[in-house]
């Protein structure tokens, strides 16, 4: 999966025939009699309409529109030239070219003054130092973008840079909220019917789904992606999808799929000249074929990305391209080889380690020389303000007298305010802490009461009738009679078990959380109408029970609801313990549901979920839709909670 998600920059995408329509009008116009401002614009629709189709072809009229605007002075239009050149050159990975051209667009527009397109540029200028892998300066533009985007209240562009800055959060490995900013501006996107928009989303989905990792959600969302971008000849973004679905394959164990997918990735990235997502497909590719024992079509196909790699020093492109072929060398027994391209790994992770060691320095070194020039000014103007003092020194003892009497006005009124703000807040921290008293003393009578119930009907019930049965079995009475009543308390003796595993599963208090989920599946499982399955990943065995009881009456509950409801026949319970917090997904094959109803739902089953996520600090997001296949629950808990509960 791509280390760098799509990013958007273009805030809507034709259909391939209108598209096509479109270029070959413009193309037409070309041939009449137009005025130079005319020729310039069509040129620079040109370049804009090729930019998803061909990037070379869309730089030469971008070029050819610069040089006109530049000859007849029409800074409007050269700025655009430059900033469509930039987005050619950032689509195929030249970022030295990209970043020059939307460098110099930006001081332009900021003399042009219109905001909405100075806004675009810094948007794009984030883009290719993300790309780059420079996050801190991808933020900083990102952030000016939006902050242009709300004060014009453009919800569109707003959505593009909540994506944008998302990818930022994915390569921090913040997965849970790059998701909910995904499924936010998915929404804004739906909204305004932005099928480009709606299309990336799904394709950003599913790269982030692949790293938690939940790798049929992953491909869902890929193939999902794809199909919109083919629907809308996007083909740009279509590789990445392509490609991001191959790997799915891949992990899913489907080989002939995966290289089928990649294979298409790898001729639309050859068409579009993308050199650095062409030398990651190639790279994975040599890794699959490595493993299907076709050593030496891996050899071949890994030294091409190689050698694309270094020719646009995409220094994370050479690395995993020297890896993948250290590998493939010692399946071939080379070792010596093997052991040579290891060390050209290890020199150009180094360097990466240096690069970016270099340009921490420069920044630290230009903050520092910041501060000293500004300590510089702060000088002078306090020289500056003492000279005047001395010329003003009666009025402004005057004045001083004023500010000083107005501000102990101002305090006693702020000290006053702030007091009773003081003692509201004090009053609904009171009521807080007393409503959650309140929850936890009737959600623990409750648990408490169950365990005395089931105690009694396992260990009072339970016994009455294996000592009735053995008695029934000894009298001397018809053998048909016997064998009746020895199937009536068997059956009484199981519903019994039943009813106290549902009321408080023995193994949940003495097995732990896993233990109890895996059995409560197996239950449904007998009934062979459903197939529930659970797993976990490093869950912590020392989970209190508050924590254990809350998690497992969530999963009960909710399962139940999917049998009940949606029709489902699949469903997958999962636990994930993270270092900051608890993780538990439960996805399944039903009917999906409009969420809102559900959160607007007065029924005692969402009450008893929201109760016991209250009660340990969670948090809840459901990824449903109305008319669509499945559905997922994700809870998340805090660790420290855990460790408290």
């Known amino acids: 999966m791509r280390n760098t998600l799509i990013a958007i920059f273009w805030l809507t995408a034709l259909l391939a025939s209108a598209q096509n329509r479109n270029i070959d009008s413009l193309k037409k116009a070309l041939t009449i009699d137009l005025s130079e401002r005319e020729r310039i614009k069509t040129l620079l629709d040109l370049c804009w309409e090729y930019r998803f189709i061909n990037a070379d072809t869309a730089r030469i009229f971008g070029v050819q529109a610069l040089s006109l605007s530049q000859k007849n002075h029409l800074p409007d239009l050269e700025v655009e030239a430059l900033h469509n050149i930039g987005v050619t050159h950032e689509a195929q990975g030249n970022y030295t070219l990209a970043l020059d051209f939307e460098l110099r667009a930006l001081e332009q527009r900021s003399v042009l003054g219109d905001e909405s397109k100075t806004a675009n540029t810094l948007n794009n200028i984030g883009i290719i130092y993300d790309e780059q892998g420079n996050f801190k300066k991808a ?19 707003i959505a593009m840079v909540i994506i944008n800055m998302a990818i930022v959060l994915k390569s921090q490995g913040e997965y ?37 990792p939940n790798y049929d959600s992953a491909l869902h969302y890929s193939l999902l992606a794809t199909r919109e971008f083919e629907e809308q000849n996007i083909r740009q973004f279509l590789p990445t999808s392509l490609c991001n679905a191959g790997m799915a394959y891949d992990k899913l164990g489907d080989k002939n799929l995966a290289k089928s997918f990649l294979l298409r990735a790898q001729k639309l990235n050859q068409a579009y000249d993308n050199k650095k997502e062409l030398a990651f497909v190639l790279t994975y590719l040599g890794g699959i074929y490595r493993a299907e024992g076709q050593l030496d079509l891996a050899e071949r196909t890994v030294t091409e990305a190689l050698k694309l790699s270094q020719k646009i020093n995409a220094l994370k492109e050479v690395m995993d391209a020297r890896l ?13 080889s093997a052991y040579q391209e290891y060390q050209q790994f290890v020199v150009v992770k180094d360097t990466l380690y240096q690069k970016e060691k270099s340009r921490q320095m420069a920044e630290l070194q230009t903050q520092y020389e910041t501060v000293k020039k500004e300590n510089e000014i702060l000088v002078l103007k306090e020289e500056n303000e003492a000279k005047d003092s001395q010329l003003n020194q009666s009025l402004l003892a005057i004045f001083l007298l004023i500010v000083i009497l107005g501000v102990i006005l101002a305090l006693g009124y702020l000290w006053k305010n702030r007091l009773k703000l003081k003692q509201q807040a004090e009053l609904q921290a009171t009521r807080a802490t007393l409503r959650e008293s309140q929850l936890r003393a009737v959600i623990a009578s409750q648990e408490e009461e169950r365990k005395r119930f089931a105690a009694d009907l396992h260990d009072g019930f339970g016994q009455m009738i294996t000592a009735l049965r053995l008695s029934l079995s000894k009298e001397i009475v018809e053998k048909t009679t016997i064998n009746h009543a020895l199937g009536v308390l068997s059956e009484m003796n199981a519903e019994i078990r039943n009813i106290a595993f549902n009321l408080m599963p023995q193994v949940l208090m003495k097995g732990g959380l896993e233990d109890a989920l895996k059995e409560f599946a197996a239950r449904m499982n007998r009934a062979g109408s459903v197939s529930v399955s659970v797993q976990a990943f490093n869950l912590n065995n020392e989970m209190a029970a508050d924590q254990r009881i809350a998690l497992y009456r969530i999963c009960q509950e909710w399962v139940n609801n999917v049998i009940k409801y949606s029709e489902g026949n699949q469903i997958l319970v999962q636990l994930v313990q993270h270092p900051e917090e608890l993780v538990l997904t439960i996805e399944d094959n039903g009917n999906g549901f409009n969420t809102n109803d559900l959160m607007e739902s007065q029924g005692n089953g969402w009450k008893n979920i929201n109760s016991r996520l209250h009660m340990v600090k969670g948090s809840i997001e459901i990824d449903s839709q109305k008319g669509r296949k499945g559905t997922t629950l994700v809870v998340v808990v805090p660790y420290s909670m855990a460790l408290a509960a």
């Open 176 to 212: 849970v909220n790059v998701i909910s900013n995904y499924q936010q501006a998915l929404t804004i996107y739906k909204g305004l019917n932005n099928k480009f928009g709606v299309a990336v989303c799904h394709a950003n989905l599913g790269s982030v789904y692949y790293y938690l």
């Open 324 to 336: 993948e072929l250290a590998q493939i060398k010692a399946a071939q027994k080379n070792f010596q």
């Open 139 to 157: 933020l900083e533009y990102y952030l000016d973008a939006r902050k242009i985007y709300e004060r014009l209240g453009d919800d569109s562009k």
